[in-house]
Each structure stands twice: as structure tokens, then as C-alpha cells.
């Protein structure tokens, strides 16, 4: 465990080394909340990472339907 100084008040962090004993420990309802406040926690800190917008259609690429793909594939062996 270490102690982070954050606006002047202490915060203890713990590693997951340390946490993962105590998750395996929660009844199966528990962990469930815990997966769902991870969830919202990843969600609301993805903004940056991810760029995609809730409910948009992206095109995607695929090899499906591109039929000189096989032919410039095999001349660039």
C-alpha cells in the first residue's frame, strides 16, 4: 500500500496484487456491482482513448467482396 497527497489530503492506493484477495472474497452480487462501477469508471475515462460515438455506424474494412485482393496478395509473394 502507498499514500498519494492529493489537495492536500492523504489517499491510500493499494496494488491489485493486494485488492484481487480481497474481490475473491465478495458474494457473487458484490462482484457484479464492482464489474458495473469498473465499467462506468472505464467508460468515463475512455473518452480519450476511444473515439467512437455512442449509437454511430462506422464502416468497417474488410476482405469480404474484394476480389483482386487475392490476385495482389499473390503477386506480392
Known amino acids: 500500500m502507498s499514500t498519494i497527497v492529493k489537495k492536500n489530503k492523504k489517499i491510500s492506493t493499494h496494488t491489485l496484487q493486494e485488492i484481487i484477495p ?3 472474497m465478495l458474494t457473487v ?4 456491482k464492482l464489474i458495473r462501477i469498473l465499467a462506468d469508471e472505464v467508460e468515463k475515462n475512455s473518452k480519450d482513448i476511444f473515439h467512437f460515438e455512442s449509437g454511430k455506424t ?3 474494412e474488410t476482405p ?3 476480389y483482386g485482393a487475392a490476385e495482389l496478395l499473390a503477386k506480392s509473394i
Open 22 to 24: 480481497l474481490i475473491s
Open 29 to 32: 452480487f458484490e462482484k457484479l
Open 58 to 60: 462506422y464502416q468497417i
Open 64 to 66: 469480404y467482396n474484394m
